[in-house]
């Protein structure tokens, strides 16, 4: 009849040898899913606007002034992967300008969700119209760019992505990304354009 330690001597060595199954079996598989994430991580991925028009961006002889602002982008998500689709969830646009002066979120929403396939590049336009109550900072940082010949406005964009690696693996990510755009001062009768294009970058 086996001793008691010679039980506990086998069952010791079952469930060592169980471990040991299981490492094998997926560390393999963990290596691949890492090497997999690096290669399609979403930090490779990055909107870029392809132009803008400043159509207005002027003070109001009120007291306190007001700024109007019109604002036209067209966003390019490109998604690059040859194999993967990314699934965008949530889209947001919000233009700023000055020291933080919010110029308001896009007029209409951005189309979401939507799946964009592999080697795919989607276009959006968000659009920005109407007036905002500024301080004296604002009004002195638009003469200043005015007369520097030189304006800049921040288009910040915040994405909700969704990436399926592969099954049943599914990352979900939120970002945020800053495109600083300059125009030349808009006039009455000829908006500013705005067609270098530029890359957006992920917000620290």
């Known amino acids: 009849m086996p001793s ?11 469930a060592l040898g169980q471990v040991w199954e299981c490492i094998e079996f997926w560390t393999p598989l963990t290596s691949v899913i890492i090497i997999l994430w690096l290669l399609y991580r979403p930090d490779h991925f990055y909107p870029t606007v392809d132009s ?14 007001n700024l109007q602002y019109d604002l036209a982008v067209n966003v390019s998500f490109r998604n690059s992967h040859s194999r993967l689709s990314i699934r965008y969830l949530d889209i947001s646009a919000t233009a700023f300008c000055g020291s933080g002066t919010k110029l ?11 799946r964009q396939g592999p080697k795919n590049t989607t276009v959006l336009h968000p659009a920005f119209r109407g007036m905002v109550a500024v301080d004296s900072m604002v009004t002195a940082w638009l003469k ?12 910040r964009l915040s994405l909700t992505i969704k990436y399926r690696v592969m ?21 009455l009768a000829a908006p500013a354009i705005f067609d ?9």
């Open 52 to 65: 803008a028009v400043l159509a207005t961006l002027n003070l109001t002889t009120d007291e306190p002034p």
């Open 144 to 155: 200043k760019e005015l007369e520097a010949g030189m304006v800049h406005v921040n288009l």
């Open 167 to 187: 099954w049943p693996f599914i990352e979900i990510f939120f970002y945020k990304y800053d495109c600083w755009l300059r125009f030349p001062p808009p006039g």
């Open 4 to 14: 008691e330690r010679s039980i506990v001597s086998t069952a010791l060595s079952a």
């Open 196 to 204: 270098a294009g530029t890359r957006c970058w992920v917000v620290s």
């Open 104 to 114: 308001g979120p896009a007029d209409d929403a951005l189309p979401t969700p939507f």
